[in-house]
């Protein structure tokens, strides 16, 4: 199983719902990740899990908090979100991540698309 | 700060050309550089990954090659078909700036006509 789901598909939210996206992998990878994007832009990094643990938060606002319950399933929970927040949420993995290793490919899932009204 | 641009931003091109696209970044302490494929409203597929030490990876019709003291990449698309057309993105994973950070380049749009 090479693959990265994501649910749901697609997702719209007012701004005083509480929603949770997730991903899955069974590859036994053990870094995970989040990113936004924005239309006609590229990936941007929200968060880096490794070893289930929290790596890299690259300074996101706390209405967006993520959780690593387990190696395979990554979890973000949205809480009063803002309109600017509507984007395509993309969850990746990649194999063990010491800083050192350099084959590190990162494969992606299908997204979540979001809308906030 | 590592900066990846892409050239062009779009290319419109008919059916069976051979194409290239171009990747350049800034500061050349990579340890890999990683090429995209996306399609509207998806996810990334990755299409190839070339390690600092290489010069080029093929898979297929497709052929990424890299030059890190110039800060530079190309991939190359052989024999274009329309379904190659989607955006096309290149990614740099860094020595310094810690974990596994992707930089992502402003990506191609890439349109392959019949």
């Known amino acids: 199983d090479t693959e990265v789901t994501q649910t749901p598909k697609h997702l719209v939210m007012g701004m005083t719902n509480k929603k949770s996206l997730k991903c899955e992998q069974h590859?036994?990878?053990?870094?995970m990740y989040w990113y936004k994007q924005k239309a006609k832009k590229p990936p941007e990094l929200m968060f880096v899990?490794?070893?289930?643990?929290?790596?890299i938060n690259e300074s996101v606002p706390s209405r967006f908090s993520p959780e690593c319950p387990n190696s395979s399933l990554l979890n973000l929970h949205l809480h009063a979100l803002q309109p600017e927040d509507s984007a395509l949420y993309l969850c990746?993995?990649?194999?063990?991540?010491?800083?050192?290793?350099?084959?590190?490919?990162?494969?992606f899932g299908p997204g979540t698309r979001l809308t906030v009204l | 700060k590592q900066e990846v641009t892409q050239i062009p931003a779009a290319l419109s091109v008919p059916e069976g050309e051979n194409l290239v696209l171009n990747c350049s970044f800034t500061?050349?302490?990579?340890?890999?550089l990683q090429w995209f494929r996306q399609d509207p409203g998806k996810g990334l597929t990755s299409l190839l990954l070339?390690?600092?030490?290489?010069r080029e990876q093929t898979s297929g019709r497709l052929n990424a090659s890299l030059d890190k003291s110039s800060g530079r990449s190309t991939l190359y698309i052989a024999a274009s078909q329309p379904g190659d057309s989607a955006t096309y993105l290149c990614?740099?994973?860094?020595?310094?700036?810690?974990?596994?950070?992707?930089?992502f380049g402003t990506g191609t749009q890439l349109k392959v006509e019949l």
């Open positions: 990614a740099v994973k860094g020595l310094t700036g810690g974990g596994n950070k992707l930089t």
């Open positions: 070339i390690q600092s030490s290489q």
């Open positions: 990746a993995s990649s194999q063990a991540p010491p800083d050192r290793l350099a084959y590190n490919e990162q494969f």
């Open positions: 500061d050349s302490a990579i340890y890999n």
């Open positions: 899990y490794s070893y289930e643990k929290l790596s």
């Open positions: 590859m036994g990878h053990r870094a």
